[in-house]
């Protein structure tokens, strides 16, 4: 019995053009290499990424690209381990990949994103926009990791407190990656606070556990809480799409 191929990597290249002809959607995972606390590994957002679009892809028979490892990653540059990219080069380098799958006929594309830098999430957009400024028929959207989540922090009481490498995120890596997550190393933190206005050279001054969230309420369910819900609010945006052309 044949089974349905989501990744595209593992396509030939006559699958991977009926899969395009097709007018299936198109996932890319976009991540980074950055530190996250001492507890959780440098490949936490691309992981993230990668585990969401696995779940989506067989709900709305889409593809997975391979996913980008390297982001922009200001706040955390200055710790062991962090690889970031300028704007310029990343937004360069998406809209380069962008427009080869368009070349090669893509019409729907989702930019899954795992890490939460505000650069970065510009930078996808810029690097998307010439191309739907020349077919604005295409369609292309970018979902951030933090976009559906209110609803979860505030049923945990987690609003306002929790973030990067906090009790979401590390639930979350319970789930995707548990063999990676060194529980015994988790700070107990709560979020700092943080200049508002001022630009920083040395920003991990403010939060020297390279922690920004509250750690008191990690569980495995609470990721599996959390997954379920993104992924559901990810599959009802790409079939209201489909459905409608717009997003609502």
Known sequence: MSTVNYRVADLTRDEFKN???????????????????????????LFYAEYVCDRVAPLV????????????????????????????????????????YVRHRAKKIAMIGGHAEPAQDAALR???????????KLIVVSIGPYDFLEPIRRETDLTKTD??????????????????IHMDRVPAVTRPALSRFRILANPESEFSTG????????SRELGE???????AAIVRLLRTLDEKGAES
Request: charged content about 15%.
């Open 19 to 45: 899969a395009i002809q097709d007018g299936r959607w198109l996932l890319l995972p976009f991540g980074s290499v950055e530190q996250h606390g001492p507890h959780l590994p440098l490949g936490t957002d």
């Open 126 to 136: 810029e690097a998307a926009l010439p191309l739907v400024n020349a077919d604005p």
């Open 163 to 180: 973030g990067h490498a906090g009790s979401i995120e590390t639930s979350q890596m319970l789930v995707i990656a548990p063999d990676r």
């Open 61 to 100: 028979n889409a593809l997975v690209a391979p996913g980008l490892a390297y982001g922009i990653c200001r706040t955390m540059r200055n710790f062991p381990g962090t690889v970031s990219l300028s704007s310029s080069t990343f937004s360069a380098l998406v809209h380069e990949i962008l427009a080869e």
């Open 225 to 231: 809480r959390s997954l379920e819900y993104i992924v």
């Open 211 to 218: 922690v920004r969230g509250d750690t008191s309420k990690i």
